[in-house]
């Protein structure tokens, strides 16, 4: 037994009279369509119309397809989820100079972007950011011109370390590689008596906590 019907209209579907010979000034048969949902299900009920004008044929079949696909949305039978927002952007002029951009949030709030404006000589500069929900973080910063490839890599995942390669600079919590130390120590002339050379200990650097160079994580 039905129970708690509600009628919702949702457009009008047209069709056609056959045979076509019979139109009269581009007249259409239609039915007036509305979808009947109740618990545990849903109906699509259409009764017959005439119109001349059928501009809302395609809007009146995508209307249909999502009241039915959201007839237990309405009945409280499901939730919309959070898939999270993403937002673009990008212009380029008869010059070959060109900008383009995108953020994504996804639904548990993770973060990318990226940026990049260039022009037809081949420069290009940019940057691009990634952040976990964990709070680990990294951004990149470039430039690419005559002068080849730059970047400055800011991060605070584990397993990173402060370096400045040829191409880029890396500025990480964590500390770098200490090269060894190696003594060198010039023969002596010969003396009375032998004095034991000491080397001082090398000086460890403290570990760094972890987070806080984007602001991911208190310092």
Same mark, same amino acid.
Request: glycine share 10%; proline share 3%; hydrophobic share 50%.
């Given at each position: 037994m039905r129970t708690s019907v509600k009628r919702y209209k949702i457009g009008l579907i047209a069709e056609p009279e056959e045979p076509p010979a019979a139109l009269e000034n581009g007249a259409y048969r239609s039915r007036w369509c509305g979808v009947e949902v109740w618990r545990g299900g849903c109906q699509l009920r259409c009764r017959p119309r005439h119109l001349t004008e059928v501009q809302n044929y395609e809007v =009146?079949?995508?209307? =249909?397809?999502? !009241?039915? @696909? *959201?007839?237990?949305?309405?009945?409280?039978?499901?939730?919309? @989820? *959070?898939?999270?927002?993403?937002?673009?952007?990008?212009?380029?002029? =008869?010059?070959? *100079?060109? !900008?383009?951009? +995108?953020?994504?949030?996804?639904?548990?709030?993770?973060? *990318?972007?990226?940026?990049?404006v260039g022009d037809a000589h081949g420069n290009k500069k940019g940057s691009y950011t990634l952040a976990d929900i964990d709070g680990r973080a990294r951004r990149v910063d470039y430039v690419a011109d005559g002068h080849g490839f730059r970047a400055v890599v800011k991060t605070n995942e584990p397993g990173t370390a402060a370096s400045a390669p040829a191409a880029a600079l890396v500025a990480s919590p964590y500390a770098g590689p200490v090269a060894p130390v190696v003594n060198h120590v010039a023969p !002596?002339?010969? @003396?009375?008596?032998?004095?034991?050379? +000491? !080397?001082?200990?090398?000086?460890?650097?403290?570990? @760094?906590a972890y987070g806080g160079v984007l602001g991911h994580g208190a310092a």
């Open positions: =009146a079949i995508l209307f =249909a397809a999502l !009241a039915a @696909v *959201n007839a237990s949305v309405f009945l409280g039978h499901g939730a919309l @989820v *959070n898939t999270g927002v993403s937002a673009r952007s990008q212009t380029q002029d =008869a010059y070959g *100079n060109y !900008a383009f951009g +995108y953020d994504i949030k996804d639904g548990l709030g993770a973060t *990318n972007s990226r940026s990049e !002596a002339a010969a @003396v009375v008596g032998h004095a034991a050379s +000491y !080397a001082a200990p090398l000086a460890v650097a403290a570990p @760094v």
